[in-house]
């Protein structure tokens, strides 16, 4: 079993940034792919970026040059670092800790991400 604690959201204004942090609670953290989720109200989960346990990245066209997320291993924790900050991107977002070859899919309690002035 894996426990992730997402924190580090808030209110921003537009173009402001926030980092968001994903805590695991494993010290093999470091086989699993990352990735980090939102959700919208009224709208479906989506995907926004992926991490592997390699380091490669990919992410949504809509946070492609804004959104980077990257991984420390020796600190089980995936990051989130958001800049230029648009309204759109409010939203409750979610870690995501995957190994499918073993058939593990854990997830965190989202925190939530207000961007309005």
């Known amino acids: 079993q894996v426990q992730l604690v997402e924190s580090g959201g808030g209110l921003v204004q537009p173009g402001e940034s926030l980092r968001l942090s994903c805590a695991a609670s494993r010290s093999i953290f470091s086989i699993y792919d990352m990735a980090w989720y939102r959700q919208a109200p009224g709208k479906q989960r989506e995907l926004v970026a992926t991490i592997t346990n390699g380091a490669s990245t990919n992410y949504a066209e809509s946070v492609k040059g804004r959104l980077t997320i990257s991984r420390d291993n020796a600190k089980n924790t995936v990051y989130l670092q958001m800049n230029s900050l648009k309204p759109e991107d409010t939203a409750v977002y979610y870690c995501?800790?995957?190994?499918?070859?073993?058939?593990?899919?854990?997830w965190g309690q989202g925190t939530q991400v207000t961007v309005s002035s």
């Open positions: 995501n800790a995957r190994r499918t070859a073993i058939g593990a899919d854990y």
